[in-house]
Structure formats: structure tokens, C-alpha cells
């Protein structure tokens, strides 16, 4: 099977383009690359095991597993690529627009990009990364749309495709909860806090994910918690590496029973704050390089401090984001479309994103846009 997300959806802005990922995937079914994949990942553990325990030295294994992960790392590489070849080739014999694969490969990019706005990048440095380089793979997309013709052969079928988005949800659901911003809610769960300027919330099915400036994480979650175990020995049940015992502070955050601590471990310091709500625990665990200037502890109680509990008005009041398509008017601009939209911070970032713009395109009056 192929699965199509709507986030896939939201940032394609044509039918071509996302002809151009169901063919690039197509590829991968049609060159058995999965079925190669699982063969090679297993070869790769056997032969570190094999040398693990015929020289009986772990080194010498871990050392074995690290040469077949990166001549994995390399055979997925190859195989994006052939999976980018025939996929752009299905596109244009098909009669889309064959440079539609390109286009989208620079809005992941662009997407990575922008989530990732507090992380150093190195390409240089990525050797286990199992795909190649985006600039290597829009240039080869390029050669292989060129078979096909100039730029603005084939179908895009742009405003059909726009009509069809119309109205689809954007981002999270209510189950999963939603992030505004620099604020989380959880209607279900009945919940919210917020995380400091700079940072950018990441909602996963395991926990709630934040990162800022610094190498600044924070990680959010919540466990099951019996109402008459005690906070202060959950928080010192062996769940947390390097643990100071002496950092142990029992606070209320709001009128919720609350205990906090310090923990190290590595290069990183680490402030651990259990929340108790019934029979519930929500767990913020904030990191910090140990070099960094910031404080940690205010920067986690900064965050813990934000928890609170959502009132039923405000439960009601909490809807999913939905893309709306919009016809541009004269003087019209990329910050005047970009104020309209809600719940979403960096919002100019966000409309360039969502509508394949570079910093210096302006509006066109008439032109629709997401």
C-alpha cells in the first residue's frame, strides 16, 4: 500500500506534484528495493554479531555494525536516486509535468528547513543519512525532467488540485491535541502549556517534542499513576539517569501537586518536573548543554509552570486548523495573506512554505493561494 498524509497534501501545490511522489514511491514497489533493504539490514547484524563473538570482543562488533550501517546508508542513498529516475519518468509519460518531482523536493527541503531552524546543519558530516543530499537529487531530477522537454511541458492541473485541498484539516486532530504556536492544547486530555520564544513544538504519538535556540529539548509525556504512589519516589524510581537527589523539590504548580529535580548526564544537564493530575502524571523532562549560558531551571519552570488545566469553555472553543484557499487582491502581500492565517507562529515562513515561494516572489494579484 501507499499512504498519502495531508501533510504531504498541504505542501504540494499542483496534481503533478504529487503524481511525482506516489511515482518516486511506485519506483521503490517495482526495484523490490524494501525487500533488498530488510535482506542487507539483516546480513549487516549477522555479520556483527559473527565477529562479535568470534573475536569475543564487543569493539570489534560494534565496529562491524557501524561499517554495515553505513554501507546501508549508502545502498539507500542509491536507491532514492533509482527511485527518483523511474519515478519522474512515470510522471512524464503519464503526461504530468516531469519537473513537478524537483519542485517538490525543494519544498521538503524547505520544510526541513524550517522545522529545523535551531539546528546545526552540517551535510559534510552526515555519513548515515539514508538519503541523499537534496541538492544532489533536485539536480538529477532536473537532467531526468529534461528528457522530456523544457520547463512548463506537461500537465499540473494547479487550481483543479487547489479546489480539492479546500477545507482539508492542517496539523494535528483533537485526539492527538493541537499546537498554536507556542502554546499546546489537548482538549481529550483537558490540558495545556507553553513553551518559551524561539522554540518549535514537534506533536509525535509518543510525546510532545520541543526545540530552541542553544540545543535547547524539551520533551513532554504523561503515565499512569496510582493517586496513593508517591511523586517523590516515582520521580526517584530509576526512570531518570543521574539523578541528584538532593536537587528533589516538592512545589505546587496552580493548585497541582508537582515535584521537581536535577539530573546529568553526559554532556547535558536535565530538569525533571512531574505533574500529578488524578490518576494521571505529566512528566517535563528539559535539556540543556552543560556550556550553555541559560538556565535550565528557568527554563523549565518557565514551561512547567505553564500547565494548566483547560476549562470546559475553552475545550469547546478549540477546533482543528483547516486550509483555506484564497484569490489575492490587489496590494495584497505575503504578510497580509500570511496575518490571516491562525494558530500558526512564524506565519510569512509558513505561507512562503506552504506555496513554493522564494524570499524575494511577490503576490500576484488574481493568483490563488493556500
Known amino acids: 500500500y501507499l499512504y498519502v498524509t495531508r501533510g504531504l497534501l498541504a505542501l504540494a501545490n499542483d496534481s503533478a506534484e504529487v503524481a511525482a511522489v506516489l511515482a518516486h514511491e511506485m519506483g521503490h514497489v517495482t526495484l523490490n528495493h524494501g525487500i533488498e533493504r530488510q535482506r542487507r539490514e539483516a546480513a549487516a547484524e549477522l555479520a556483527g554479531r559473527v565477529v562479535s563473538e568470534v573475536l569475543e570482543s564487543d569493539s570489534a562488533g560494534r565496529a562491524a555494525l557501524a561499517r554495515g550501517r ?105 485526539v492527538e491535541g493541537y499546537v498554536r504556536g507556542r502554546q499546546f492544547y489537548h482538549p481529550g486530555l483537558g490540558i495545556t ?93 528539559t535539556a540543556l548543554p552543560t556550556a550553555s549560558d541559560a538556565s535550565v531551571g528557568q527554563i523549565a519552570a518557565g514551561v512547567a509552570g505553564s500547565f494548566r488545566l483547560l476549562t470546559e469553555a475553552e475545550k469547546t472553543q478549540l477546533k482543528p486548523l483547516r486550509i483555506r484557499i484564497v484569490t489575492a487582491r490587489a496590494g495584497d502581500t505575503v504578510d497580509s495573506l500570511s496575518n490571516r492565517m491562525d494558530g500558526i507562529d512564524r506565519k510569512p515562513d509558513m505561507f512562503r512554505l506552504l506555496n513554493d515561494f522564494e524570499p524575494t516572489d511577490a503576490v500576484k494579484a488574481g493568483a490563488k493561494y493556500k
Open 193 to 285: 502549556f507553553a513553551v518559551p520564544n524561539g522554540f518549535v513544538i514537534d506533536n509525535t504519538a509518543e510525546a510532545v517534542l520541543a526545540t530552541g535556540p542553544g540545543d535547547t529539548a524539551i520533551r513532554f509525556d504523561g503515565v499512569a499513576l496510582p493517586r496513593s504512589s508517591s511523586l517523590t519516589d516515582y520521580i526517584t524510581s530509576g526512570w531518570i539517569g543521574g539523578l541528584d537527589p538532593s536537587s528533589i523539590k516538592q512545589e505546587r504548580i496552580g493548585n497541582l501537586e508537582a515535584v521537581s529535580a536535577r539530573a546529568s548526564g553526559g554532556e547535558y544537564v536535565f530538569d525533571v518536573t512531574v505533574i500529578r493530575v488524578e490518576g494521571q502524571v505529566y512528566r517535563f523532562l
Open 70 to 174: 553505513l554501507n546501508l546508508a549508502s545502498f539507500s542513498r542509491n536507491q532514492e536516486l533509482e527511485a527518483d529516475a523511474i519515478g519522474i519518468k512515470q510522471t512524464g509519460r503519464a503526461g504530468y509535468d516531469a519537473y513537478a518531482a524537483e519542485r517538490f523536493l525543494k519544498a521538503m527541503d524547505s520544510y526541513s528547513h524550517f522545522r529545523n531552524a535551531f539546528q546545526a546543519e552540517n551535510p559534510n558530516l552526515d555519513f548515515l543519512a539514508t538519503h541523499p543530499a537534496a541538492p544532489q537529487r533536485m539536480e538529477l531530477a532536473d537532467r531526468h525532467a529534461r528528457e522530456f522537454g523544457p520547463p512548463g511541458t506537461g500537465s499540473i492541473d494547479r487550481d483543479r488540485y487547489l479546489a480539492g485541498i479546500e477545507g482539508m484539516l492542517f496539523g494535528d486532530s483533537a
